[in-house]
């Protein structure tokens, strides 16, 4: 099979990490969390105390910011000027901030190079919200992922009730507004590039929607 940019789009719980993790595994692709990506800018604004509405503070603190990912076998962990910030971006106040910060045009400039780079060697997977319409028009295959807001914010609050003090309400009333944000933003707001192709995972288990993109895949490349 030729090598393949695929990308995954989707809102917030649908199960793409989950799911694109899993598929980079079977063809043995790089997988890369863009989401990541808008977190450690986040991260770096709340350190200094930058507002989301700041487009001077954010367009001057992106200038000195490097981030790079760095893969390990249980996982990938992202790097912010060389510092490992993997385990502070998943804060339910991170989350909200990354956003807000996603909405703004510096920031995603800034970080549409940062992927391109990142796609130019190919046989990768990326996971986030543009993959298909504004970073990869071009992209081999094209997939995206959705689910149910309930069904979403059940998968979140399990996955974080040990962590997080949030109630499931509480849950699914951010990923409402993190929907509302992203899809109702300016710019590259969340919605499936036209030759994209829809899954549907609500009460469909990972391994499954994994299997149907891989046979997509196949479909239209070959085997792997
Ligand atoms: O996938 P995530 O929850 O880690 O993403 C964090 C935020 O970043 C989310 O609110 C939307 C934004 N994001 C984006 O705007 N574009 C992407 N390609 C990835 C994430």
Not at 54 to 79: N, P, T, V, W
Not at 113 to 133: H, L, N, S, Y
Not at 134 to 144: C, G, L, Q, S
Not at 192 to 217: C, F, K, R, W
Request: net charge negative; glycine share 4%; aromatic share 6%.
């Amino acid at each position: 099979m030729k090598p393949l940019v695929i990308t995954i789009d989707g809102p917030a719980g649908a199960g793409k990490t989950t799911v694109s993790r899993m598929v980079a595994d079977r063809l043995n692709y790089r997988y890369i969390d863009t989401g990541a990506l808008y977190r450690a800018i986040a991260y770096q604004a709340k350190s200094d105390q930058i507002q989301p509405e700041d487009d001077e503070g954010l367009e001057k603190m992106c200038r000195r910011i490097k981030l790079a990912f760095q893969s390990f076998s249980h996982g990938q962990r992202i790097l912010l000027n060389e510092t490992d910030i993997t385990d502070f971006i998943r804060t339910p106040e991170i989350t909200m901030l990354a956003s807000a910060v996603s909405a703004r045009s510096v920031v995603r400039a800034f970080l549409l190079e940062i992927q391109r780079d990142m796609g130019r060697e190919k046989e990768a997977v990326f996971e986030g919200r543009d993959m298909g319409t504004v970073v990869f028009p071009e992209a081999d295959i094209k997939f995206f992922l959705t689910a149910s807001a309930k069904e979403r914010a059940r998968r979140r609050y399990n996955e974080f009730k040990d962590q997080s003090k949030q109630s499931l309400d509480e849950v699914e009333q951010d990923i409402r507004h993190r929907d509302r944000n992203d899809s109702q933003r300016d710019i590259a707001p969340l919605k499936p590039a036209t030759d994209a192709i829809l899954v549907d995972s609500s009460g469909v288990a990972a391994e499954e929607v994994v299997q149907q993109i891989l046979a997509e895949i196949e479909h239209r490349f070959g085997n792997a």
